[in-house]
């Protein structure tokens, strides 16, 4: 099957969006460990990923908390474990590692959830930045360490109150 790719700028650069038919597999950061450019042999095409620049859009701006998209995230049946776990992660809240394996029963597996959370395939809308330190510090992010502390304040203004409410 054909893969397809397109990139996307936004406030924290040029994404690169990739999949096959509507199922996204792929978002790749502009810079960071996750650096991803498109593969010879893939297609460009923008039509498959309208939705996903339409949501990731409004994410940016503050207007969306839910990604609702077809995700095809390729990793083994831990990693796609975490990875649906970390959707479960609500909107402007952040979890350690720690809480993330006690959430998939997996008490002991801290080290592997990071691992995991790691090669997240499709980081910001499988939301991996919102995984922490248990000391409540930030930790590696494929995006930089700086994308990671703009997602969670991104997420963080949203839901503060604001000053004439």
């Known amino acids: 099957m054909k893969t ?22 792929l978002l790749g950061f502009p810079k960071g460990k996750m650096q991803r450019r498109h593969e010879s042999g893939w297609q460009r095409d923008d039509a498959p990923f309208r939705d996903a620049i339409e949501q990731l859009n409004q994410y940016f701006a503050g207007e969306l908390d839910a990604f609702d998209l077809t995700l095809a995230p390729i990793g083994t049946e831990f990693q796609r474990t975490v990875w649906q776990a970390l959707l479960e992660i609500p909107y402007g809240e952040t979890w350690s590692y720690g809480q993330l394996a006690k959430h998939i029963d997996r008490p002991k597996a801290s080290r592997a959830v990071g691992a995991a959370n790691g090669v997240n395939p499709i980081p910001v809308i499988i939301p991996c930045h919102r995984v922490i330190g248990s000391s409540g510090k930030l930790t590696g992010f494929g995006g930089g360490l700086e994308t990671k502390e703009y997602l969670l304040g991104l997420e963080s203004q949203r839901m503060a109150p604001g000053l004439f409410n």
Do not use: F, K, P
């Open 4 to 25: 397809y790719y397109t990139y996307h700028v936004t406030s924290i650069g040029s994404l690169l969006l990739a999949g096959q038919g509507d199922a996204l597999s």
